[in-house]
């Protein structure tokens, strides 16, 4: 989840006329369970204000299993966690205390300091089951860096569906295809999960600077190239371009948005725009005051994770 050390992906130069750089996540093993990592990669940061990208499972966890992220500290950075399985409890130093379950949206954005953590617990972890979702941070805008921090859920009914052709898509963030999502996403940018039948074709947003696009399963062609489950690609601005659905379907993430005016320092859970913000941030939460300084721990919460 959130709080993992990096580990890099491979990217991989393709036709230039057709992709910018093809993404091929490299896969941990948490113990239960898997995570591939397409974001940050070696030659490409971001997409839009997408610094961060796991793929978290599919897995299956027995009864009685699940797993406890700590309490841990952001800065700088908005998360986004989007579940297609399973159901993960979220508490954080705002006193949330929430659920998200498939198809709903949790945004948490740190601003200049949040603490909370991800369990699997009380019933959902007694009576196991599958996990399939996403995590992905946004780096924020320079004026929301030193901002308060916030929380909001969107649960699936109020997140608007586009279907047509075979293609049936959630807008988790931002505006795309002419929807808006009711979440107030941090930034100018596109967030959507789509589900393609065999052979159905999705032209990609055209009124956004970068868009990538991540196959989650099946596998998806463009301009005559087949992409499996497993790979980011990215794509050059500007270009019109539709991917079409291979024969046994797919389901991709897609995402983009507004190039950032500037590069990001990332630096464990932390994202900024200075390396000073990431030192304070590192003292702030080596200092330990969790009742009275910058970082609190959730009510209910006792441990956290420390520094590495």
């Given at each position: 989840m959130s709080q993992i050390p990096s580990f890099h992906p491979l990217d991989t130069s393709v036709d230039p006329d057709v992709i910018e750089t093809l993404i091929v996540p490299r896969a941990?093993?948490?113990?239960?369970?898997?995570?591939?990592?397409?974001?940050?990669?070696?030659?490409?940061?971001?997409?839009?204000?997408?610094?961060?990208?796991?793929?978290?499972?599919?897995?299956?966890?027995?009864?009685?299993?699940?797993?406890?992220?700590?309490?841990?500290?952001?800065?700088?950075?908005?998360?986004?966690?989007?579940?297609?399985?399973?159901?993960?409890?979220?508490?954080d130093s705002l006193g949330t205390d929430s659920w998200i379950a498939p198809g709903a949206v949790n945004l948490m954005v740190a601003g200049?300091?949040?603490?909370?953590?991800?369990?699997?617990?009380?019933?959902?972890?007694?009576?196991?089951?599958?996990?399939?979702?996403?995590?992905?941070?946004?780096?924020?805008?320079?004026?929301?860096?030193?901002?308060?921090?916030?929380?909001?859920?969107?649960?699936?009914?109020?997140?608007?569906?586009?279907?047509?052709?075979?293609?049936?898509?959630?807008?988790m963030l931002g505006n795309a295809y002419g929807a808006v999502s009711p979440v107030a996403a941090p930034g100018e940018l596109f967030h959507a999960d789509a589900e393609l039948a065999p052979g159905a074709q999705l032209p990609l947003p055209d009124d956004?600077?970068?868009?990538?696009?991540?196959?989650?399963?099946?596998?998806?062609?463009?301009?005559?190239?087949?992409?499996?489950?497993?790979?980011?690609?990215?794509?050059?601005?500007?270009?019109?371009?539709?991917?079409?659905?291979?024969?046994?379907?797919?389901?991709?993430?897609?995402?983009?948005?507004?190039?950032?005016?500037?590069?990001r320092h990332i630096w464990w859970n932390f994202v900024a725009s200075s390396r000073d913000r990431i030192e304070a941030a590192k003292e702030a939460w080596r200092a330990g005051d969790f009742t009275h300084g910058r970082f609190r721990l959730p009510p209910g919460e006792s441990e956290h994770i420390p520094l590495p």
């Open positions: 941990r093993d948490l113990g239960g369970f898997e995570v591939r990592r397409a974001l940050p990669a070696p030659r490409r940061q971001m997409v839009g204000p997408f610094i961060f990208f796991d793929q978290v499972g599919p897995a299956e966890f027995l009864k009685g299993e699940g797993f406890d992220v700590r309490p841990h500290p952001h800065i700088g950075l908005a998360t986004v966690t989007y579940l297609l399985e399973g159901r993960i409890h979220h508490r200049q300091g949040i603490t909370h953590s991800e369990r699997i617990d009380g019933e959902a972890r007694a009576a196991g089951g599958r996990m399939f979702g996403l995590q992905t941070w946004l780096a924020l805008p320079d004026a929301m860096e030193d901002g308060p921090a916030r929380f909001e859920h969107a649960g699936a009914d109020r997140l608007p569906v586009i279907e047509e052709g075979g293609v049936r898509l959630r807008l956004h600077e970068d868009r990538g696009v991540h196959v989650l399963s099946g596998s998806i062609e463009v301009a005559g190239q087949s992409f499996a489950a497993g790979r980011m690609m990215v794509f050059r601005p500007g270009d019109r371009l539709s991917l079409r659905a291979g024969p046994g379907g797919a389901r991709i993430a897609l995402l983009g948005g507004a190039t950032m005016p500037g590069p």
